[in-house]
């Protein structure tokens, strides 16, 4: 499977060039692209995806929102199925993709890790039995994480709302007001080099249930997002998430 990193020069492009490396589900890097490379095609180096005229089968993206519309564009006109790891896209951007998933197979999810889809579903199943819980979602990352709160956790939030429709995100808390039943509190802590921690907290007068994740390494994520890709080969046009991968 022959896989073009976008972003490839970051933290997690590094870890799936890695495990191209180490051929890990038969993957090659045919092509490491990030806008702080120098195009040299000997060493499969590019500045940008137009440089790259060769054969692949897929494009993982670890860069940043800013570079849907390119992603869409390129993916559209080489007819190749997109992975995007990347979270902060704006609504335009996430409408982009939608269009793109109707040429393409498009893989688009907040967090590559099988351990976070489990984790959706339990939240989702938690939410249903405890009904009248009210419910917090913590997140804890690295203090170079630029977007706050992570797209996991509102990725959590969304599974969540689709059994309690009546919640509203409320982010963060200060000042007087107590908490309303229709809340559901969404929080982002920032400090040193933490991978990523996401706990779910569903709180009664009687008792509290705590669903917790903890990422030990980026590793996780890359592994993640090479299956995805190794998954999305197969499919027809249309969009994809780690829940289509894991049912």
Aim: hydrophobic share 40%; charged share 20%.
């Amino acid at each position: 499977m022959k896989i073009i990193i976008n972003g490839a020069c970051g933290r997690m492009g590094q870890a799936v060039r890695a495990l191209c490396e180490a051929d890990f589900h038969a993957a090659q890097a045919v092509a490491l692209v990030d806008m702080n490379s120098v195009t040299d095609p000997a060493q499969r180096t590019y500045q940008t995806l137009w440089e790259f005229d060769g054969e692949a089968d897929c494009i993982i993206d670890f860069s940043s929102p800013r570079a849907t519309q390119t992603l869409c564009r390129y993916a559209q006109e080489k007819k190749l199925p997109l992975v995007v790891a990347t979270t902060g896209q704006t609504p335009e951007e996430l409408a982009m993709l939608q269009e793109t998933a109707k040429t393409v197979p498009v893989f688009y999810s907040a967090n590559m890790s099988v351990g976070i889809a489990l984790l959706v579903s339990l939240c989702k199943q938690a939410a249903q039995m405890l009904p009248n819980a009210d419910i917090e979602i913590i997140e804890t990352h690295h203090n170079r994480k630029a977007d706050a709160p992570s797209g996991t956790a509102l990725m959590l939030s969304r599974a969540i709302r689709s059994v309690r429709k009546n919640l509203r995100e409320t982010f963060g808390r200060h000042g007087q007001a107590k908490r309303q039943k229709d809340e559901i509190g969404i929080h982002a802590v920032r400090m040193g080099n933490i991978t990523g921690i996401h706990e779910v907290h569903f709180g009664t007068d009687g008792e509290t249930v705590t669903l917790k994740h903890t990422a030990h390494s980026r590793s996780v994520f890359a592994e993640g997002a090479i299956a995805a890709a190794a998954f999305l080969v197969k499919q027809e046009p249309g969009m994809y998430d780690m829940q289509s991968m894991i049912h």
